[in-house]
């Protein structure tokens, strides 16, 4: 045996050893509660074999205390890179065998590596969080540079330049919940993850586990993304949003042959939508129907659902959804979808994605309890958002466009590209009757006889009427068949598949927050 | 024939007809109209804008534009010289300004097509000039008649496709991060044209009944959901000061709305590559305050960290924004030598300066917009973390907690952060560290920085030992007697280069004078993107 095989057995044996992380039994526990192990998710996430690990030898840095004792293989957390569909990845995932995942220098310092190369070499990065906390032993004397301040850093000068993925598929705790959340997009696994910023107070009954699952946060708070039922799903579904993004903001998304007819009539599409304007209809039917091969990849399903955002592709091509959604308070916008909207426009516009709109939108949804949260506020951020994309925006306005509405789902106001309608359009300040009242105020005050008021109100109302009619049509670039949906949206992606629109220099926007 | 036309006008005449013309145009809606205003404690869009604009500086353009034909009788009959609006540009003490402000005498101010193209231009045209503009909002919302009539069924009024032409919704977000905005409300503001104010850096809203804004007025929602609700209870100034957070000021009246704006412009930049304007102050540089030193001894929740600001700026002014909202940070713009600065500040006075959503986003605007404007920051810490809090949590709070070290990572302005008294539970790195790009990190020798809780640490530590310890409680109480000693101090903190000096609390203000004038020359750069993707 020649001493490079020696030697490389040698090492060889080391790695493997320091790959079984904290042995045999912390990883059948893992089994048991239903989670896999950091390699073993990094496995299921890439490609076949297509995974090089980086910085497997070290371990951690010495405390002071008892635990240096102990060995602690990779200080915790797996990094390397690999590929997903053929491109390349950086991916780092915590390993709960060891010292129950908890972050300390070396592990820190670690992932902050991958983080920094994968921004300078503009590929993607996906975080797998699973730990208890910061490691007390070593927080104590831990050197000011290995902190989560240093991952917080590289993930906002990452932000916009390369797609960042959070994975929480167990524990996340304290600053790492907040740079998790620092992720374009964050994903939690059903029963066994759960996510807190803060502690629960000391006296209170409340478990971590409890206040940060992924129900409260995929429907509530907004925080989860994509919910999985288990681990296996999540990673699935990792690797399918992976094949919708760019590899960074230089680059258009990937193609994909699809074999999908681009001329497709959507026949299906009136069995769906309801003429009338005050019945709901789920928008997602539509969506999906009108994509390729029928697949939609919905992002922050649960939350916020009179709004539904989500990838699709045409012509093979990665489109970003926005839709109302009449199945939730009518498909008002209101604080919560305001978020939703402008958090994902600004995604697609930072990486070259495409937006389509479907609108059917009958206003902002009143209420004082809305109002006393700001909606004012967060409205703002989606006209912002949607002002600034400088990706094509093409709106299909489906049914109903008031008010402040035709802002956020954008007509010539925000500047779209594209905006036709169903033939059943309604659009306007708001409907007819109310148009009557407003402006006939004065004349109806000085009418003497209650008959005469009525008279004045019938005339105005036949005139708003007609307006009404007239302003819903003529408001639109054009009117289309709702069939040839998906026809009118091929050719219109196709044609402003160029697109350039100059802004004015400046460091970056001071949009409301 | 030229010579005989000049023959028979007087020049004079040619002269007396315009000015007469002019002061036709400006009248506005007429004595009623003008009287009614008054009557309701409000100046006139003119005076307004003679106010904010140094004498005989301001500059009105299309004083002449009448609005377009819309079909309806009744309005088209009126008379609306400049269509409800007067817009120009002029100086403020000394540097210019553009202006935009709604004539309420006329048909309340409301908002045509014309009206639009006039507001967009002194948008757009600040943003060309590179100069911030002033938004002085009085109107009743959309012009129904316009709107629903001919004029936006033709082609729309310096709309889309004409090139760098925006509207009055895409203007504001198009100008953001190049000129500082301001928008000034003095009377009301209905419905989605609420939005283009907001839509500006700074808000002002004057406390008056006649001053509300909301989204959806109280009668709607009565009509639509059948909730009974007041315009106290959603729009009115104090609203948006303590509980939206959309207004950054509330003053009392016209005149003093305008000399707010006055005052803030003074500490900003004409744009963003330009430097903020240093203004000279009699406050020497070098003064050190002995009161710091006493302060610095108190316990956090004994302090009001606006007594440690007001000793260590120049001559004591701070012009604090949003101070109604989200009160446990304290956020707002002094001078340091003259120089503008941003203050971003826990005040451990209120909820012991704990770390909210509202705190969060309250802060991480304003960080982003002293960066877009080249002003430097500096942060006083003083806080124990974030609040434990289900329904917070429930709201989103990684969603907004996350906005404010994304706001600071973001910056490339020089950047100090003081630890003033307890910094624990997460707020190092909501206020700024080392690693996350501030410059320069001090401490006052009291302070404790630590994100451990001794007790906590102490029994993880030493588990071992104090299983086998003949007296655990004891030797527990001597492990946390030395952790605090130890480890709590800022010298553990200076060990681990987590702060760069430990200064004497009476030099806090040389000390950050001096930092800010050998950083002023920093330079930082990002990597090439169209934008980040803050979470929002």
Not at chain 1, 198 to 220: F, L, Q, T, Y
Not at chain 1, 484 to 495: G, P, Y
Not at chain 2, 466 to 473: F, K, Q, S
Request: aromatic content about 6%; charged content about 30%.
């Amino acid at each position: 045996m020649s001493s490079f095989e020696e030697k490389w057995k040698e090492i060889h044996e080391h790695a493997q050893k320091l790959e079984q992380g904290g042995g045999a039994e912390t990883i059948e526990a893992l089994h048991k509660e239903g989670k896999l192990t950091a390699r073993e998710r990094i496995a299921k996430l890439v490609d076949q074999n297509k995974f090089q690990e980086i910085d497997l030898f070290g371990g951690a840095y010495s405390t002071g205390f008892d635990i240096d004792d102990s060995e602690i293989p990779g200080d915790g957390v797996v990094t390397g890179y690999g590929e997903v569909k053929g491109r390349p990845v950086y991916i780092w995932a915590q390993d709960a065998t060891v010292l129950d995942g908890t972050m300390a220098s070396n592990h820190i310092k670690k992932i902050s590596i991958v983080m920094e190369k994968a921004l300078r070499e503009k590929v993607p990065i996906v975080g797998i969080f699973d730990s208890k906390g910061m490691r007390m032993q070593d927080a104590v004397g831990a050197h000011g540079h290995f902190t989560p301040g240093m991952m917080m850093r590289f993930q906002t000068l990452a932000s916009g330049v390369i797609p960042q993925i959070s994975l929480v598929m167990g524990g996340c705790v304290g600053m790492a919940a907040v740079s998790a959340r620092l992720a374009d997009f964050l994903f939690m696994v059903k029963g066994t993850s759960y996510m807190t910023v803060a502690d629960p107070e000391p006296d209170s009954d409340e478990d971590v586990k409890e206040i940060g699952k992924p129900e409260m946060h995929h429907k509530h708070s907004g925080c989860c993304d994509v919910m999985a039922k288990d681990e296996v799903e999540c990673l699935e579904k990792c690797r399918s949003l992976l094949g919708f993004l760019p590899s960074n903001n230089q680059e258009e998304p990937p193609f994909v042959d699809t074999g999908d007819d681009p001329q497709r009539r959507l026949d299906d599409i009136m069995d769906i939508v309801p003429a009338s304007p005050n019945k709901a209809f789920d928008m997602r039917k539509v969506i999906r129907l009108m994509a390729d091969n029928e697949f939609y990849y919905e992002i922050l399903g649960d939350y916020a659902q009179n709004l539904t955002t989500g990838f699709v592709r045409m012509e093979g091509r990665t489109v970003g959804i926005i839709a109302n959604n009449s199945i939730w308070r009518m498909g008002c916008m209101d604080v919560d979808s305001s978020g939703k909207h402008a958090k994902f426009t600004r995604f697609c516009d930072a990486f070259n994605i495409p937006l389509v709109y479907l609108s059917d939108c009958p206003a902002f949804f009143p209420s004082g309890a809305e109002e006393r949260k700001g909606v004012l506020r967060h409205g703002c951020m989606v006209i912002h958002a949607t002002s600034e994309a400088t990706v094509p925006k093409i709106n299909v306005i489906a049914r109903k466009l008031y008010g402040g509405a035709c802002m956020v789902m954008p007509v010539n106001f925000t500047k779209a590209d594209r905006y036709v309608a169903w033939p059943i359009v309604e659009r306007g300040v708001m409907g007819a009757p109310g148009l009557a009242r407003v402006t006939h105020l004065g004349k109806m005050k000085r009418a003497k006889t209650q008959e005469e008021k009525d008279n004045i109100f019938k005339e105005a109302l036949k005139i708003m009427e007609e307006r009404v009619k007239i302003h819903s049509i003529a408001t639109n670039e054009a009117i289309i068949d709702p069939r040839d949906t998906r026809k009118f949206l091929a050719e219109a992606l196709r044609c402003t598949q160029f697109k350039v629109q100059e802004r004015a220099a400046r460091k970056h926007e001071n949009m409301n927050l | 024939m030229q010579m005989g036309r000049s023959e028979t006008i007087n020049p004079d005449d040619v002269i007396e007809d315009l000015l007469r013309k002019r002061e036709d145009q400006k009248k506005g809606g007429g004595e009623k109209a003008v009287a009614n205003q008054r009557g309701k404690d409000k100046l006139l869009a003119r005076e307004r804008v003679e106010l904010l604009f140094d004498e005989g500086t301001f500059c009105e353009l299309d004083l002449w534009a009448e609005p377009l034909r819309t079909g309806f009788d009744d309005v088209d009959e009126k008379h609306l010289p400049g269509d409800a609006s007067v817009i120009g540009y002029g100086k403020v003490n000394g540097r210019p300004v553009m202006v935009y402000a709604h004539d309420f005498t006329q048909m309340t101010g409301t908002q045509s097509a014309v009206q639009h193209s006039k507001i967009t231009k002194a948008m757009d045209m600040a943003v060309k000039m590179n100069i911030p503009y002033v938004g002085i909002v009085d109107s009743a919302g959309i012009r129904l008649q316009d709107m629903m009539g001919e004029p936006l069924t033709r082609p729309p009024v310096r709309g889309h496709g004409l090139g760098e032409c925006g509207n009055f919704m895409f203007s504001p977000p198009n100008a953001s991060g190049v000129i500082p905005q301001i928008a000034l409300m003095l009377g009301p503001q209905f419905a989605g044209s609420s939005y283009s104010p907001i839509m500006k850096d700074f808000l002002i809203m004057r406390k008056s009944p006649n001053v509300f804004m909301s989204l959806i007025s109280p009668p709607v929602i009565k009509e639509v959901v059948g909730e009974e609700v007041t315009y106290d209870e959603i729009g009115s100034a104090l609203v948006h000061a303590e509980i939206t957070g959309t207004t950054d000021l509330v003053v009392d009246t016209d005149e003093e709305g305008i000399e707010t704006v006055k005052e803030l412009l003074s500490f900003l930049p004409s744009n963003w590559k330009e430097r903020p304007p240093v203004i000279e102050t009699d406050d020497p540089p070098d003064r050190k305050d002995q009161e710091l030193l006493d302060i610095s001894l108190k316990e956090s929740e004994d302090r009001d960290m606006h007594d440690i600001i007001q000793r260590i700026v120049d001559n004591g002014k701070f012009f604090e924004t949003k101070p109604l909202f989200a009160k446990n940070m304290i956020v707002g713009f002094a001078r340091f030598n003259g120089q503008t600065a941003g203050i971003v500040a826990n005040n451990p006075k209120e909820k012991q300066g704990k770390i909210d959503i509202d705190v969060s986003d309250k802060a991480a605007r304003f960080i982003r917009f002293c960066d877009c404007f080249n002003i430097p920051l500096v942060f006083l810490v003083d806080s124990i973390g974030f609040v434990s809090s289900k329904e917070e949590e429930k709201a989103g709070l990684e969603r907004h907690a996350a906005k404010l070290p994304y706001a600071i990572c973001e910056s490339t302005v020089p950047k100090i952060t003081i630890y003033t008294g307890e910094c624990s539970g997460g707020a190092e790195y909501m206020m700024g560290t080392e690693s996350m790009g501030v410059d320069l990190v001090l401490a006052w020798p009291t302070a404790t920085i630590g994100q451990i809780d001794p007790e906590r640490a102490v029994d993880i530590n030493y588990e071992k030992e104090l299983r086998e310890a003949e007296n655990p409680e004891k030797f527990r109480e001597e492990k946390i007697r030395a952790f605090k000693e130890e480890i709590c101090t800022v010298y553990h903190a200076g060990a681990r280069q987590l702060v760069n000096d430990i200064v004497d609390p009476r030099s806090t203000r040389p000390m950050i004078i001096q930092a800010l004038d050998c950083f002023k020359n920093k330079e930082e750069t990002l990597p090439a993107k169209k934008h980040g993707n803050i979470p929002l």
